[in-house]
């Protein structure tokens, strides 16, 4: 059974949607405008380059053929300039020609019109979803940083530890011998710990040397 995407993640993102055809670039950007954080509608690359040159962008939505240009050029351009922000095509056309050029300039996906909105809100969430799985490692790292700033290293080690052997269901199943055949650490040192992260319900226990490991909970640690 296919996982069903939240779509809410969306609302954490900018897009900016380029189309040269009026209509249709209101009709979407009115769509898309329920779904993420902020969407700037352009009618051509120009425009379009001012607000990726000002503006935080996550992800592009681009017309191949526009006016005076095509969305392949565009990308090109930012592509030389540095920008390796995601881009998702869309064009009436199915020239395999823009769909070759796109690939060699990294696009991540390639539409044709007419759009079809749930499938342009799945592209979106599937080329989001890495940014946010980098954010979530990048706050784990920082909570373990920071951790090692406040408290011995031991616990970190444990933390580590912990980490290290969850299983794919983000279970740790070790008992406190296991972690001191690792770690040089005594058992009421584990026992702490492993209140600490209990009343934190960071790290839930199921059953004996078994555990519930609950990073959605790390967002509630208050490090100061």
Same mark, same amino acid.
């Given at each position: 059974?296919?996982?069903e995407r939240?779509?809410?993640?969306?609302?954490?993102?900018?897009?900016?949607?380029?189309?040269?055809e009026?209509?249709?670039?209101?009709?979407?950007?009115?769509?898309?405008?329920?779904?993420?954080?902020?969407?700037?509608?352009?009618?051509?690359?120009?425009?379009?380059?001012?607000?990726?040159?000002?503006?935080?962008?996550?992800?592009?939505?681009?017309?191949?053929?526009?006016?005076?240009?095509?969305g392949?050029?565009?990308?090109?351009?930012?592509?030389? *300039?540095?920008? !390796?922000?995601? /881009?998702?095509?869309?064009? @009436?056309? &199915? +020239? =395999? #020609?823009?769909?070759?050029?796109?690939?060699?300039?990294?696009?991540?996906?390639?539409?044709?019109?007419?759009?079809?909105?749930?499938?342009?809100?799945?592209?979106?969430?599937?080329?989001?979803?890495?940014?946010?799985?980098?954010?979530?490692? *990048?706050?784990? !790292?920082?909570? /373990?940083?920071?951790?090692? @700033?406040? &408290? +011995? =290293? #031991?616990?970190?080690?444990?933390?580590?530890?912990?980490?290290?052997?969850?299983?794919?269901?983000?279970?740790?199943?070790?008992?406190?011998?296991?972690?001191?055949?690792?770690?040089?650490?005594s058992?009421?040192?584990?026992?702490?710990?492993?209140?600490?992260?209990?009343?934190?319900?960071?790290?839930v226990?199921?059953?004996?040397?078994?555990?519930?490991?609950?990073?959605?909970?790390?967002?509630?640690?208050?490090?100061?």
């Amino acid at each position: 059974m296919k996982k069903e995407r939240n779509l809410d993640i969306l609302a954490n993102f900018n897009i900016l949607y380029i189309e040269d055809e009026v209509s249709l670039l209101h009709q979407t950007t009115t769509v898309l405008e329920d779904f993420v954080k902020e969407i700037y509608p352009c009618k051509d690359a120009k425009s379009a380059y001012e607000i990726i040159k000002s503006r935080a962008v996550d992800a592009i939505i681009s017309d191949i053929l526009l006016e005076n240009t095509t969305g392949i050029e565009f990308l090109r351009t930012l592509r030389e *300039e540095g920008f !390796e922000t995601p /881009i998702i095509f869309t064009t @009436a056309y &199915t +020239d =395999t #020609k823009y769909l070759l050029e796109a690939i060699k300039l990294k696009a991540e996906g390639y539409m044709v019109k007419p759009i079809n909105i749930k499938e342009l809100l799945n592209h979106l969430y599937d080329l989001l979803l890495t940014k946010i799985q980098d954010k979530e490692i *990048e706050k784990n !790292e920082n909570i /373990i940083k920071t951790v090692a @700033a406040i &408290t +011995d =290293t #031991k616990a970190v080690e444990m933390v580590k530890f912990i980490i290290n052997n969850l299983d794919e269901n983000s279970v740790f199943n070790h008992s406190y011998s296991d972690i001191m055949d690792n770690i040089d650490v005594s058992k009421p040192t584990i026992i702490k710990l492993f209140k600490q992260l209990g009343d934190l319900e960071i790290l839930v226990k199921l059953q004996n040397s078994k555990y519930q490991f609950k990073k959605e909970n790390l967002a509630n640690v208050d490090l100061l």
